[in-house]
């Protein structure tokens, strides 16, 4: 008798029927079907959805746009095929270790016993010993003939048996070839049509000069500052979309300032790389022609940027000779994805560029805005309106009012002076619609004889909104030249840290995922809900659209 303590009445406690009824009832659960792979699974997957939060930092992430349904869609895809390897393993070791054992005892002759003691085998005493009826322990009991019932049941169960095992072989295997198959042979879906060509080209013995494409005059821009982690992974892909382009057809102009890490070492030994290819360039390492200022806060940090970017335009502006300029962010990206940005549109725009991602989704939410101007979302489909959505699904070029996102690839002409111009591009007529009164540029009598454009900060006294140097390029793109093919290339995937390029590039990327994505989440209604940087009841609109408010707070 057990009492409990403060209480007075007796409480009989016996364990051992309680835990025998618990085992026998998980043994029975055990032989359901599938229960214990099931169980297996469970764990896999809490292993891995511990170690993929502690990888992306969960809690750091905004997670809306990492929804939980697809994390688990994703783990799931992942740990089945290796549950059902280690399952497959199970059952066939088993079977190894079971038909061992019968081998092993069907080549020992079976002993004897007379009167409980040991018969030696036939190869002891070499000859076999016959007993009598009494001596084998037969009582006299007439034998009887086995049930043919009995003799059916254990043949159907043998049959079973046998029934069951191949279906788990069968199961367990195809889920872990499958698996293994989408792992090995997985190709991006959007890589298919550059990727091949420019394998051929960074892999072709001879270099060709020329190149692979179009022959297209390319202006390579970038600036670094501190990108140790990112650099080695956006050289190699920039030297092979080089080798795909051809030497001759580019120029690369780089700038790096201030990095206190080892950026500048990475440059030289892509400097030294670009020699090998005769590649024409200006790389200047720890710059300091451009003077940082001390606090690097509004007005002053867009300032600054657009002198570093001025700066890395400076070859092409003094000399020009190119046709179009891709603008790189410190990104990864792929070497194929930088060939796609540039034949966007088959190359039917004034502005194209990347996506960029991080850890709230779609990155650059600042300068991005829809056709109409208005913000956008960071969630898939990471636009409002209809049209912009159903090419979204398409993965197709959508048209937008600004953008920059990772890289971009744009029209050479509006930056050079007018004596450099090939005037392929602007047109000699004027613009009918004149410049917004908040506009600080002006016009020539026609877009061919306007001044060149130049990387600016926001003149706020003039009504501006505050927006970023890299907003206002494409905007003055639109409203000092009348150039509006303006486009995003979903197909284009960069992001500044490795985790989430993966994760936005191939994972989300894979078709499985993307349908889950697309036809079953497909947003859930949280695509509708823009990302605002600010108080979003301040959100005030101009003639360059949709306003961020964060500066006013």
Known sequence: MYRFPGHGWPLSLNVRPALAATVRFLVRLARV???????????????????WCTLYDYNGLWQPAFPYSWIVWVLALAVAPLNAALWLGAVLGWSALCWSVNYLASRRPARLYRNGRSIPHADEEEEYIVLSDSESGDTGRERRPSSPTLSFGRRRTVRLSAVWW????????????LGTWEATHYA?????????AVEQAAHDAQLRPEGYGKR???YIAAAFYNNEIVFPYWSQSMLSAIRYLGPENVFVSVVESYSQDKTPELLREFDASLAKLHVPRRILVQDAATEKPEELSYDNRI?????????????????????????????FVEPESIIELIETADGN?????????????AYDAWVLRDRLGHLTSTIWPYFIDKPSIELMREDAPVPVFTCWNGMVVFDAEPLLPIHLRPNRTLSHSPISTPLPRSHPLHRGPSPALTPALRFRKSDRAAGECFESEAFNLPYDFRRVFGLNRVLVNPRVVTSYDYRFYVWFKWVLNHRLV?????????GWGMERRKMVVGPEDQVWVWDGGDCHPWWLS
């Open 349 to 361: 725009y004034d502005f194209a560029c990347a996506m960029d991602f991080n850890h709230f989704g």
């Open 216 to 218: 297209e005059k390319i």
């Open 33 to 51: 079907p599938f229960v214990l792979p099931f169980v297996t699974f469970c764990i896999l997957f809490s292993i891995a959805e511990s170690h």
């Open 166 to 177: 191949w279906v788990q072989v069968g199961v367990f295997a195809s889920i872990a070839l």
């Open 303 to 331: 300032e600054f940027l657009a002198a570093v970017r001025n700066r890395v335009m400076e070859p092409l502006v003094e000399h020009g000779g190119y046709d179009k300029v891709l603008f790189s962010n410190d990104v």
């Open 514 to 522: 993307r349908w889950w994505v697309r036809e079953v989440f497909d």
């Open 188 to 196: 991006h879906p959007h890589d298919v049509q550059f990727k091949h």
